[in-house]
C-alpha cells in the first residue's frame, strides 16, 4: 500500500486530505508543521509527501529542501491554497527544488489520486 504523509498547517484540509487518501486506499499520515512533517518523514518515510507551501514555522520551501536532504529521491506534491498567493508563483520554485508535481487546492479526489500515480510511475 503506497503511504502518503500530509504536511499542512490547516487542520481541516489535513483531516479531509487523510479522509480521501484513506477512502482512496492509500496508508494516510499527517503533520502540522514543517519540522513535525519532516521528523514523521525521517521516522518513517513516506512514498509521497503532500507538502504546504505556506505555513508559519517553516514554509514549504525550506521543508522541500531539507526533505530533499534527508532523502534525494523523495516523491513530493507541492500544495497551496493560491488566494492571495495564487500570482506569486511559489510553485515554480518548488519544482525547482525538486517537487514532482504541482496541486492547487481545494483538489479533487480523483486530481489527488491521478498526481500520486503520476508520481508514483515516474522513475526516481
Known amino acids: 500500500m503506497t503511504s502518503v504523509l500530509v504536511i499542512d498547517d490547516n487542520a481541516e484540509i489535513r483531516?479531509?486530505?487523510s479522509q480521501i487518501l484513506a477512502?482512496?486506499?492509500?496508508?494516510?499520515?499527517?503533520?502540522e508543521?514543517?519540522?513535525l512533517g519532516l521528523d514523521a518523514f525521517r521516522a518513517?518515510?513516506?512514498d509521497v509527501v503532500l507538502l504546504d507551501m505556506f505555513m508559519p514555522d517553516r514554509d514549504g520551501l525550506e521543508t522541500l529542501r531539507d526533505l530533499r536532504q534527508s532523502n534525494p529521491n523523495v516523491r513530493v506534491?507541492?500544495?497551496t491554497g493560491g488566494g492571495a498567493y495564487?500570482?506569486?508563483g511559489i510553485l515554480k520554485p518548488a519544482l525547482l527544488l525538486g517537487a514532482r508535481k504541482l496541486l492547487y487546492k481545494p483538489v479533487t479526489?480523483?486530481?489527488l489520486r491521478d498526481a500520486i500515480?503520476?508520481?508514483m510511475a515516474a522513475p526516481r
Open 15 to 17: 483531516e479531509l486530505l
Open 23 to 31: 477512502t482512496l486506499g492509500y496508508e494516510a499520515r499527517a503533520a
Open 33 to 35: 508543521t514543517g519540522a
Open 44 to 46: 518513517a518515510p513516506a
Open 77 to 79: 506534491i507541492a500544495m
Open 86 to 88: 495564487k500570482n506569486v
Open 109 to 111: 479526489p480523483t486530481e
Open 117 to 119: 500515480e503520476e508520481v
